[in-house]
């Protein structure tokens, strides 16, 4: 099996861990462990690591690449959304650390089987987990023009969203819409020509969105870090990676809302509220590769790192 994965800000994300030898750290997003493979290297046999994906592909290679390394290391086949329940069955109470690499990854941009790329011919499908019940396939023949036009506005920020669905719903009229490179072309009859000559692939925000849609990816997003949060030990790091303006703007409000949670009208002199922040923000500014990593893996040039660190005092606004 073909993973391979290049970890992107690798070595910013190790840092930022800042990871103690005997410590608990979870990968919610475990794809090909080259990010996990760098927290255990860092980990003494006193140290746990916990690697979560929802790919079974990517478990059976994880499980190889981490076995031989020191900590106690536990791969489990969830979603990090489920980090409370994963936690508690291993009998752990707090962990103190989680990244979170949002997203598709590589392999499974590359493995046309999976049917996530519009550059390759496969079968309709985007399930990180293909134990789902929906897939492209189903999305695409059976949503309404409405809802296919706003999920590909929203979620793919494509401005010809109507147009696409409206192509798509009747070309499927005549026969079902069963591969990659049948939707592909389908966008590019819908994009005008002008439009397809500037910017990105044609096919690239559509297929997004359709990917957004099918693993609920964006739903999840808020309410993970809040569970996270809740199981960080004080000092604990959540690192998180995006790939994205949706899932980035998601991440910065949520940790805006839980360092500053006060919802006391601006003008009163003090909190009253009693909310207390949960997090400090370690980077007030997104942290994005260099021109070398992105030379090196262009698919790293969309990507930004925000850290926040769990905090034990209580804090209120202004304070």
């Not at 059976?60 to 290391?73: C, F, G, S, Y």
């Amino acid at each position: 099996m073909d993973f391979n994965h290049i970890p992107i800000l690798k070595n910013e994300i190790i840092e930022y861990l800042n990871i103690a030898p005997e410590g608990i750290y979870a990968d919610g997003t475990l794809g090909g462990a080259g990010h996990g493979q760098a927290i255990c290297e860092r980990l003494d046999s006193k140290g746990i690591f916990i690697g979560i994906d929802q790919d079974q592909d990517a478990i059976d290679v994880a499980q190889e690449r981490l076995r031989d390394l020191k900590p106690n290391i536990f791969i489990i086949r969830d979603n990090f959304k489920n980090i409370k329940e994963i936690i508690n069955n291993l009998g752990i109470k707090k962990i103190d650390g989680m990244l979170l690499d949002l997203g598709v990854s590589s392999y499974q941009l590359d493995e046309p089987t999976r049917g996530f790329s519009y550059q390759y011919d496969g079968p309709l499908d985007m399930r990180m987990d293909n134990r789902g019940n929906i897939s492209a396939k189903d999305i695409v023949n059976n949503y309404s023009e409405n809802k296919l036009a706003h999920i590909i506005r929203n979620y793919g920020e494509e401005k010809w969203a109507a147009r696409i669905a409206k192509f798509i719903v009747e070309y499927r009229k005549g026969k079902e819409i069963q591969t990659t490179s049948e939707l592909v072309e389908i966008i590019k009859r819908a994009i005008p020509a002008k439009a397809r000559r500037e910017g990105p692939h044609p096919g690239k925000r559509t297929f997004q969105a359709i990917r957004i849609e099918v693993n609920n990816e964006l739903a999840i997003i808020e309410k993970a870090i809040e569970d996270i949060v809740d199981c960080l030990n004080p000092g604990g790091r959540l690192c998180i990676l995006t790939f994205h303006s949706l899932e980035d703007r998601i991440v910065k409000k949520t940790f805006q809302r839980l360092y500053n949670p006060c919802i006391c009208p601006p003008d009163f002199p003090q909190c009253v509220c009693n909310k207390e922040a949960k997090i400090k923000i370690i980077t007030r500014k997104p942290i994005v590769p260099k021109i070398d990593e992105i030379e090196k893996n262009p698919r790293s040039r969309s990507s930004k790192l925000r850290v926040a660190e769990r905090i034990s005092s209580k804090l209120k606004r202004g304070e």
